[in-house]
Every structure is written in C-alpha cells, then in structure tokens.
C-alpha cells in the first residue's frame, strides 16, 4: 500500500552541533531573527514563505499580508485574527503558532510550524495510488481537529482539499483560520449582501473573499454560508466536511456549475448524486450515508455534531 510520502519528501537535515551550541548575541534585536526568506504560496491577500529562525537554529513557516493589503484593517484583523485562533487551538491537527509581530516596517506577521507534505487537492490529484482507508483517515484527523475548535466554540468557515495538508510520516493538520469565526460572535465586517457579480469570476472563479461578501469557496461553502445567515454554528463545517468526503469518494465535487452563481444554486438548491452511482468503484454504504447527510440543505437534518461523524468514521465502514 503506497504511503503519503510518496508524494512528497521532507527535508533530510541532520542536527549540527555548530548550531545547537552557537551562542545568542548580548542584546537581541528582534527585527533580525528571521533570514533567508522563500516563498511557498501566495494567496489571494496572504504570502507564505519558509525562512531561518537564527534564534532556534529552525525553518519556520512566516505568513504576512501581500504589499497591497498590508496596510488595509480588514485584512490585519484576519490576519491577527488567525494567528491568535490557531496559537489557542493548541490540537495535534492544527499547526502550532510560535511567533507574532511587526516586521521593519510595521506590518504583520506571524510564525509557524514548517509542515512538509502536499495538500490534499494535490493528493487527490494522484487518487489511483491511494486506498480509501487512508483517504478516509484523513477525513477523520481533520474531523479531530474541527471538534476540538467547536468544543472552545471557533468554527473553521473555509475547510476544502487546499487547506488540509498531509505530511510524510501520516501527519494531517487544517490550515487557514483566517475565516474562522467565534461563535455566537457577530462579525464586524460582515453584510448581508448577495454574491459578488458574476464578473469577478474572469478573477476568482470558485472563490469569493472579498470584504462585506460571502467569504469562503463556494463548492465547499454550506447553504447557509452562501446566504450570509447570521446564526451559522458548527454544522457549516459539518457541512464542507461531507463535501470534502463526496469527492474523495466519487472525484467528483457536490456541487457543479461553471461560473460562481452557477455553483451557489447548486449549492442552495441541488441534490448530489448518491456516491454509489457517481463513482466507478463500489462505494461503501455507510460512508455514502455519512455524506448525503453532511451535505443536507437544512443544518437540522445533517449530522448533529463532528464528534457523531468521527464516531461513525471509525465504525468498521468497509463490511458496510
């Protein structure tokens, strides 16, 4: 059976004694401990690079605002927002926070865990190489994490393949809390304005993060979310996580349509497919039930809790 490092190898670095004994200069200059800066991604408002942290003889992970959006208050109090939210959500599947601050020029920044691996969208990508059960516990670690977020009332708002990575040694954490919400906490930027026109798709054509709009990507977004409800609790997440298993089970997203009001009436108004008929291999019944019920239009009608779902993960599925 393949494993996830397959698709990926960390980096194979010994501990050097020159680093671990290097002494600390007398007076510490914060604005100097990070060096050697690459990028990894770059985001829509965000840029996620790797670098040096001198002071620890470590490559961290080191997310700050793009130029343009670095001064914008909006985009600063996602961004603190995130860092504040994944340093308190201290949880195996979440990636520990280490650092925040001020850069030179008085932007923000924060730090975190280096995780070497692929995302899920990527492993997908190679989905022939993989065994369901192990696509399944991928479901269920970050179901492990979500749980924990509900139970210190945080939910995720953005979970999809891009923002689950899967590392080398089995490791899976949930990235971007940036859209996070505390719950039964208003959102000050937020408005009940409808989706963005439908030329801002030539741009964005699955994702829409704009400010005063429905924030999230609209494939994975709940009913509720694309309508910019009020009172969206822990089952919004319930719901993207029961869209993320529909196309692991069947390659295939929930929700179809070319342009962004295509995909938010399916979203809204259409009923997937059952697995079972959608995908080319047998699809076990109880993880095809699991779905469907993630993916009800009524919060009511879905799964009540993350925990019932991991509860109903770990169940011997495969005899199903």
């Not at 399916?266 to 993916?295: F, H, N, W």
Request: glycine share 4%.
């Amino acid at each position: 059976m393949p494993k996830f490092s397959d698709v990926n190898e960390s980096e194979n670095l010994k501990v050097d004694l020159k680093d671990t004994d290097r002494p600390l200069a007398e007076k510490l200059n914060p604005n100097f401990r990070y060096a050697l800066f690459s990028p990894i991604a770059k985001g829509g408002k965000s840029l996620i690079q790797s670098c040096s942290d001198l002071y620890l003889s470590r490559r961290i992970c080191y997310k700050s605002l793009r130029r343009e959006f670095a001064e914008d208050p909006v985009e600063q109090k996602r961004l603190l927002r995130e860092a504040r939210v994944t340093a308190i959500l201290q949880h195996p599947n979440i990636v520990p926070t280490y650092d925040l601050g001020r850069d030179t020029r008085g932007h923000y920044y924060f730090t975190m865990k280096l995780v070497h691996g692929y995302t899920l969208r990527e492993v997908l990508d190679y989905r022939e190489r993989y065994d369901l059960t192990q696509l399944v516990d991928v479901i269920e670690q970050v179901a492990q994490a979500l749980s924990y977020a509900h139970t210190k009332g945080v939910i995720h708002r953005d979970v999809k393949p891009e923002n689950i990575l899967v590392g080398p040694f089995g490791e899976v954490v949930l990235l971007d809390w940036g859209l996070a919400k505390v719950w039964d906490t208003p959102e000050p930027d937020a408005s009940p304005d409808a989706l963005e026109p439908e030329s801002a798709a030539e741009t964005l054509p699955l994702t829409m993060t704009r400010h005063g709009k429905v924030q999230g990507t609209i494939s994975y977004m709940s009913p509720e979310q694309l309508t910019n409800e009020t009172e969206i609790d822990s089952r919004a997440d319930i719901y993207s996580l029961g869209a993320v298993l529909y196309e692991v089970l069947t390659g295939q997203n929930a929700a179809v349509g070319e342009t962004m009001d295509e995909l938010a009436r399916s979203v809204r108004y259409d009923t997937p497919g059952l697995p079972s008929q959608v995908a080319r291999l047998k699809i076990p019944k109880l993880l095809e039930d699991l779905t469907m019920r993630c993916l009800k239009k009524q919060p009511s009608e879905r799964l009540g809790s993350m925990e019932e779902m991991i509860r109903l993960l770990s169940q011997n599925w495969q005899l199903s």
